[in-house]
C-alpha cells in the first residue's frame, strides 16, 4: 500500500521503519531538515521537507495516489488538519496522533465527523500497557488476545523456578496438564524459538501462551506468583504518569515523585486520594524517605532515560518485587535484561503497535510485536478455502522460526495445537515468528 506518514520524530521513525519492513511504499513528510537528511541517510522511503498541512507539500506527495495517511508530529493541529485534508482528497484510512485529551475524549466534534478513522495518544496507549503489566504482577510482558481468552506473558525465570537444565522435551510431560505453550526465550541479546534438546536457564526470559483460565497455574509452574498489590510508587507526573495515576487511584496507595514543582502542584489538585512529592527521582535517600522499601511496585514513567533506568534499579536493590520502566532510546532496550530490569517499554513501540494493527485489523485478527524480541506474534482466521484446513498440521509445511501457538476453535473452545490438529474454517489461530517468514505463513490461510 501507498502510505504517507507525516513526523519524523521517534514515533514516526519507528513507524516508517516498520511500515518498510512491511514491504508498504512510505512517503515522509517533516519541516525539520535535519530529521530529512536523518531518513534519507537510513530509511528507504521518499522523503520531502514541509508542512504536513500544506495542501502544495501534499499534492507533491502524491496525496490522490494515497491508501493510508498517519499524521504523527508533536503539533496536534497540524496532525488533525492533515488528516482532514487527507481524507477530503479520498485517502481511505487516516490516523492522527494526539496529545490533549480533549481532542479524544471531550472535544465536541468526533473523529468520524472530522473525517478521521483514529486518533491515537501515545501517552494514553503506554499508559493502558503499564496497567495492564501492573494487574499481572509477575509479568514482563502481557498481551491479551480475543478480548482476554487467550494470554501470552513474559517470566523472567529465577531460583524458584524447579526444573532448571531439563531438556524442553521432558519437561513437556511434566506440562501435558496445562494448556499452555513456550513460544519463544530470550537468553543475552538473542531471540531463541526452543527445540526439544533446548533447556530453560535462570536467568532466561520466556514467553508463554496459554487460556486465561490456566494463567495462575502457569505462573505457578514457572516458580512466579502474583504479589498481593497494595503500594505503588510512580516516578514521573507527566501525561503517561498522570494516566496511570489516575486509573489505580481508586485502587492503590498510589505515592507520585515529580521533579517539577509547578507540574507537581497541578498535579496534586488532579489526584484524589495519592500522594504527590516533588523531589528527584534518583536520589535514594528521598526514595527511602518516602517508603520505597515498602512498595510492591515501581514505575519509572519520566521524560529522562537515564533517570528511569537508575531509580529503577534503585528500587529493585531497595527489595521492591518488580519494576515497569519507560524508555525512549531503542537502543537501550538490548541491554535492560543484561542489567535485571523487569518490565521495560518504549512509547515508540506502544504506539507503533497500536497504528500497525489498526492498518491491518482487515488482514488480520491481531497483531503484536514485545519490545527487545526479534519476533511478532498474528492471529490469522482459517477459511474454507485455506491450505491450513485440508490437512493435519503435522503433514503441512510449516515455515523455520514459526511456532503455531494456541487454536481458539469456532466454539471458543481454547486448544494448544500439536501434529495431529486439524484447522477448520473458521478457527483463529496465533502464530509466532520470526520476521521474514510472514508472506509463507499467510499462504496458508
Excluded: W
Excluded at 532515560?305 to 531497595?318: F, G, H, P, R, V
Amino acid at each position: 500500500m501507498n502510505i504517507i506518514v507525516v513526523g519524523a520524530g521517534d514515533i514516526g521513525f519507528h513507524l516508517c521503519n516498520k511500515l518498510l519492513s512491511d514491504n508498504h511504499n512510505v512517503t515522509i513528510i517533516d519541516k525539520d531538515p535535519v530529521r530529512v537528511n536523518k531518513m534519507n541517510e537510513q530509511l528507504d522511503a521518499y522523503v520531502l521537507e514541509g508542512s504536513g498541512s500544506s495542501y502544495k507539500t501534499l499534492k507533491t506527495a502524491k496525496i490522490e495516489n494515497t491508501d493510508i495517511f498517519v499524521a504523527v508530529t508533536s503539533n496536534d493541529e497540524v496532525n488533525l488538519i492533515a488528516s482532514i485534508i487527507a481524507k477530503k482528497n479520498g485517502v481511505q484510512t487516516t490516523i492522527a496522533r494526539v496529545r490533549n485529551s480533549e481532542y479524544s475524549t471531550n472535544f465536541s466534534i468526533t473523529a468520524q465527523e472530522l473525517g478521521i478513522d483514529m486518533i491515537i495518544q501515545p501517552e494514553k496507549e503506554t499508559a493502558n500497557a503499564i496497567i495492564n503489566l501492573i494487574k499481572q504482577t509477575s509479568a514482563t510482558d502481557y498481551i491479551e488476545f480475543d478480548k482476554g481468552k487467550i494470554k501470552i506473558v513474559g517470566i523472567r525465570l529465577d531460583k524458584k523456578y524447579p526444573y532448571p537444565d531439563m531438556k524442553l522435551q521432558s519437561l513437556s510431560s511434566v506440562l501435558r496438564d496445562f494448556p499452555l505453550r513456550i513460544l519463544a526465550l530470550k537468553r543475552a541479546d538473542q531471540t531463541i524459538i526452543p527445540k526439544g534438546d533446548d533447556t530453560l536457564r535462570i536467568g532466561d526470559q520466556i514467553f508463554v501462551i496459554c487460556d486465561s483460565n490456566y494463567l495462575e497455574h502457569a505462573l505457578y509452574f514457572f516458580g512466579k506468583k502474583d504479589v498481593k498489590l497494595n503500594n505503588l510508587m510512580i516516578l514521573g507526573g507527566g501525561l503517561t504518569g498522570q494516566y496511570v495515576a489516575t486509573a489505580l487511584d481508586d485502587k492503590y496507595n498510589v505515592k507520585i515523585i515529580e521533579s517539577d514543582e509547578k507540574k507537581s502542584f497541578l498535579l496534586a489538585q488532579s489526584i484524589r486520594r495519592g500522594l504527590v512529592i516533588n523531589g528527584d527521582g534518583t536520589d535514594l535517600e528521598m526514595l527511602n524517605t518516602e517508603g520505597l522499601a515498602e512498595m510492591d511496585e515501581f514505575v519509572a514513567v519520566s521524560g529522562d532515560d537515564e533517570t528511569n533506568i537508575i531509580s529503577s534499579m534503585l528500587a529493585l536493590q531497595t527489595g521492591v518485587p518488580r519494576t515497569i520502566t519507560l524508555i525512549k532510546k531503542m537502543e537501550y532496550l538490548r541491554m535492560t535484561s543484561s542489567i535485571g530490569l523487569d518490565a521495560v517499554l518504549t512509547k515508540q513501540m506502544v504506539t507503533v503497535n497500536v497504528i500497525r494493527q489498526f492498518i491491518r485489523r482487515k488482514k488480520y485478527a491481531q497483531f503484536a510485536e514485545i519490545p527487545g524480541l526479534d519476533a511478532a506474534i498474528v492471529e490469522l482466521v482459517a477459511r474454507s478455502e485455506s491450505k491450513i484446513v485440508k490437512k493435519p498440521l503435522k503433514e503441512i509445511k510449516i515455515p523455520p522460526n514459526t511456532i503455531f501457538g494456541a487454536v481458539l476453535k469456532s466454539n471458543n473452545e481454547f486448544e494448544i495445537p500439536t501434529g495431529n490438529t486439524q484447522i477448520m474454517p473458521g478457527d483463529k489461530v496465533v502464530v509466532f515468528f520470526i520476521p521474514g517468514v510472514l508472506k509463507e505463513i499467510e499462504k496458508l490461510f
